[in-house]
């Protein structure tokens, strides 16, 4: 069976991949594929396969030292590469089993029940289950994603402060181990791999099948209150009085404003609307009209995005979004904005770019005063960076939110992104911060080792289950969480 494989930026590009022969039924595909951030692009052997006991034949075919999971493709950088080794596309495995509503069977909770093979995408499950009344709990910036990605990276979304991340949504799943045996993992059997598995990555097993919580709501819509803050310290001020009583919140950031408008914001609290919070002109709370998306089908030139066009989109977007209480937003533009433009990665050109999304505990403002001092200086501004609140953290090893802030800022890239991502994360490391797995592709081994507590205990629990190194990926091998 011959397939392109669909690279990160939402195209084909079957010229750039060579057929390899194989010894056994499945295709394998050599050639670059990279994350959304389009940075780095490295040559890795990829399989797609169609149903479980295919992906027993790849991972145990012996035709590669080791193997890492991939969805699709929406982490930033090396999360789900393997350069010249193996990478299965998991986007097959998406069969929907089961779903049971609250109050039936034994569902006594207050959350539907819905049981899925891991390559299903959140898309696929708001598509199906909106209409019928049904959302996820948590979901992150991007539809585009897999549960078994999610799982993985413990993704978050806008309420981290207040329902925590994707996996306090997670009831278990059933977990290929790299030694070829599955087992069923939860809060109560097999914890310990459980809470591994949870933002690890895809470095302890293949998620075959899981059971995740939908939240019932009464339409498909979002009663959203915007707030203008003049500053960084004014936006956190208000985050600081509000937050609590909303459950959903995010802040858009001008990364190139200076001096007394230092990080000025635009603060967007939002929660799930009531049929009474509804226009009389919306007949059908559950649906609404989708927009034709927008799409960039091609590389915009290096110089598109300079401090001259950044400074200009980011007073144009402050300008358009004034202080407004009680707007109606359709789930689609509160929440997932950027899936409206189909290849927006395109915008910073063939080079790509890195997301330095990261962590500061609250005490440490004057640190992300210092970040944002920085890139504006540096002429390498992001004009998509958001700042929210994280609330307590879980149980997972890997997982990154702490109580504190979460930013996210683009940087293009260049020829000194390195250097000038290493002074970032030394501010991070001075300050008590630490990056996201999902959107990292520049830290250091010995950085991520001084922010991650628990990496010593992950890397004895993969040593246990994986003893061969089995599942690897670049990622791994760049942060030492497992052998070159």
């Known amino acids: 069976m011959l397939y392109a494989i669909k690279n990160t930026d939402g195209f084909c590009y079957p010229s750039h991949f060579k057929m390899v022969a194989s010894d056994f039924s499945h295709t394998c595909f050599h050639g670059p594929i990279s994350g959304w951030g389009r940075f780095p692009v490295q040559d890795c052997y990829s399989y797609r396969p169609d149903k479980i006991s295919d992906l027993r034949e790849i991972l145990f075919s012996g035709r590669h030292l080791s193997f890492i999971p991939r969805g699709l493709g929406r982490s930033y950088g090396d999360t789900s590469l393997n350069e010249n080794s193996g990478v299965v596309d998991i986007t097959r495995l998406n069969q929907l089993i089961g779903f049971v509503p ?26 199906d289950f909106l209409p019928r009344g049904y959302f996820l709990p948590v979901t992150p910036g991007t539809k585009y994603v897999t549960v078994g990605g999610a799982i993985a990276n413990d993704v978050h979304g806008k309420n981290h402060h207040s329902d925590g991340s994707f996996s306090e949504f997670v009831l278990d799943f059933d977990l290929l181990l790299p030694t070829g045996d599955v087992i069923k993992c939860s809060r109560d059997e097999n914890m310990e791999i459980f809470w591994a598995t949870v933002g690890g990555i895809g470095l302890t097993g293949f998620i075959l099948t899981a059971r995740i919580l939908l939240s019932k709501v009464e339409t498909a819509y979002c009663r959203v209150d915007q707030r203008r803050a003049k500053n960084l310290d004014e936006v956190i001020e208000l985050m600081d009085r509000y937050d609590s009583q909303y459950r959903y919140s995010v802040a858009w950031i001008d990364c190139l404003s200076s001096g007394s408008l230092l990080g000025r914001s635009v603060l967007m609290h939002g929660r799930h609307a009531a049929v009474d919070d509804l226009p009389r002109d919306i007949s059908e709370p559950l649906n609404f009209k989708k927009k034709r998306n927008k799409t960039i089908p091609f590389d915009f030139p290096s110089i598109a995005l300079n401090p001259l066009s950044i400074m200009a989109f ?3 977007y402050y300008e358009i979004h004034p202080t407004e209480m009680g707007k109606i937003e359709n789930i689609d533009d509160y929440f997932f904005p950027l899936d409206a433009v189909d290849g927006w990665n395109k915008m910073y050109g063939s080079a790509g770019f890195a997301q ?32 929210k609140r994280f609330g307590k953290a879980n149980k997972g090893l890997l997982s990154c939110p702490k109580p504190g802030y979460m930013f996210a800022l683009d940087i293009p890239n260049h020829s000194g ?41 992950f890397r004895e629990i993969k ?14 091998r760049r942060l030492k969480i497992v052998d070159s």
């Open 102 to 127: 609250p109050g039936m069977g034994d569902n006594r909770s207050e959350f539907g029940i819905l049981t899925l093979e891991s390559g299903v995408s959140l898309t696929d499950i708001i598509d």
């Open 314 to 316: 980011n007073y144009l």
């Open 356 to 387: 330095f999304q990261a962590y500061l505990p609250f005490d440490k403002v004057d640190a992300l005063k210092e970040i944002l001092v920085r890139l504006g200086k540096s002429g390498n501004a992001s004009f998509l960076a958001v700042l």
């Open 417 to 457: 992104l390195l250097e000038q991502v290493a002074k970032l994360e030394k501010i991070l490391l001075d300050n008590g911060g630490r990056v996201y797995f999902a959107k990292d592709s520049t830290a250091k081994a010995e950085t991520v080792a001084a922010m991650y507590e628990n990496l010593e205990k």
């Open 463 to 476: 040593k246990r289950i994986d003893p061969k190194g089995l599942l690897s990926s670049s990622m791994a």
